[in-house]
């Protein structure tokens, strides 16, 4: 009998700190600090954001689409990763997008050190500045897992922390292109910050021989070409987070952040 108390108060503990981990995780909390998490709730702009890359070849066929579309959108990007493929972050910033800061290999930073948060920051601005000529100020933590001191670490080093506004479509989990944009196109509204995907948590498919499953993004190829048509056909248009942060949105293109 003691032995089943004890197991069902550890899982109403375990339950507990689960809810209060997931409360304080949502991107509108300003608990831990101030964070960007949309942007003007009366204007038709939307900023397109996307995670976890560069991953080629699916990284490049999300640009081809953006030039096409003439949208610029931002890239959070992971260090270890831009340092394997410069190329395409390079590209990036060529092409307009702006870019941001997504760690160094997409660890859960709450489990970091100040220093070690830091240095996953540093790192990967220098790996950002050597491919592509940017110092970024904008910081996305993986997972948008955040405390204070991840929080004062990025804020110290003169970053603002991007979230997100709309549910994410979870792309993560491989669903079709069609399920992916109905889930953004649901919920997308005035100054909705979007947040896809072009790579796997900085996984390097392309280098290390994985199953190509696992950075597969083919749907959100797909499905950025849909979100884009069917938001246009709304009256929106694109911006990049500094666009959306200096309040230009009437611009229909900016350089990255530098």
Same mark, same amino acid.
């Given at each position: 009998?003691?032995?089943?108390?004890?197991?069902?108060?550890?899982?109403?503990? &375990?339950?507990?700190?689960?809810?209060?981990?997931?409360?304080?995780?949502?991107?509108?909390?300003?608990?831990? =600090? !101030?964070? @960007? $998490?949309?942007?003007?709730?009366?204007? !038709? +702009? %939307?900023?397109?954001?996307?995670?976890?890359?560069?991953?080629?070849?699916?990284?490049?066929? %999300? @640009? #081809?689409?953006?030039?096409?579309?003439?949208?610029?959108?931002?890239?959070?990007?992971?260090?270890? /990763?831009?340092?394997?493929?410069?190329?395409?972050?390079?590209?990036? /910033?060529?092409?307009?997008?702006?870019?941001?800061?997504?760690?160094?290999?997409?660890?859960?930073?709450?489990?970091?050190? &100040?220093? =070690?948060?830091?240095? &996953? %920051?540093?790192? $990967?601005?220098?790996?950002?500045?050597?491919?592509?000529?940017?110092?970024?100020?904008?910081? *996305?933590?993986?997972?948008?897992?955040?405390?204070?001191?991840?929080?004062?670490? /990025?804020?110290?080093?003169?970053?603002? +922390?991007?979230?997100?506004?709309?549910? @994410?479509?979870? #792309?993560?989990?491989?669903?079709?292109?069609?399920?992916?944009?109905?889930? +953004?196109? !649901?919920?997308?509204?005035? =100054?909705? %910050?979007?947040?896809?995907?072009?790579?796997?948590?900085?996984?390097?498919?392309?280098?290390?021989?994985?199953?190509?499953?696992?950075?597969?993004?083919?749907?959100?190829?797909?499905? $950025?070409?849909?979100?884009?048509?069917?938001?246009?056909?709304? =009256?929106?248009?694109?911006? $990049?987070?500094?666009?959306?942060?200096?309040? *230009?949105?009437?611009?229909?293109? /900016?350089?990255?952040? !530098?």
């Amino acid at each position: 009998m003691i032995a089943l108390r004890i197991a069902v108060v550890a899982a109403l503990l &375990s339950a507990a700190a689960f809810l209060a981990y997931e409360h304080f995780e949502q991107p509108a909390n300003q608990v831990f =600090g !101030r964070t @960007l $998490t949309r942007g003007p709730s009366n204007e !038709r +702009v %939307i900023a397109l954001t996307y995670d976890d890359g560069p991953n080629p070849p699916y990284t490049d066929r %999300i @640009l #081809d689409v953006l030039e096409r579309e003439r949208v610029h959108a931002t890239f959070f990007l992971v260090g270890r /990763a831009v340092q394997a493929y410069p190329e395409v972050a390079r590209r990036e /910033a060529r092409d307009g997008d702006a870019l941001g800061n997504h760690s160094w290999d997409h660890s859960h930073l709450i489990v970091y050190p &100040s220093s =070690g948060v830091t240095a &996953s %920051i540093q790192q $990967t601005d220098a790996a950002i500045h050597a491919a592509a000529g940017v110092h970024t100020r904008l910081f *996305r933590p993986p997972f948008g897992a955040r405390d204070w001191i991840v929080m004062r670490a /990025a804020q110290r080093l003169g970053y603002t +922390v991007v979230m997100w506004s709309e549910p @994410l479509p979870r #792309d993560w989990e491989y669903p079709s292109a069609a399920q992916i944009a109905q889930r +953004v196109l !649901r919920v997308a509204g005035d =100054g909705s %910050i979007v947040v896809l995907h072009d790579g796997n948590r900085g996984e390097l498919c392309a280098q290390q021989h994985l199953n190509p499953h696992v950075c597969d993004r083919s749907a959100d190829i797909s499905a $950025t070409r849909i979100v884009i048509d069917e938001l246009k056909k709304r =009256g929106y248009r694109f911006v $990049t987070i500094p666009e959306l942060m200096a309040g *230009r949105t009437t611009r229909k293109s /900016a350089r990255a952040a !530098r």
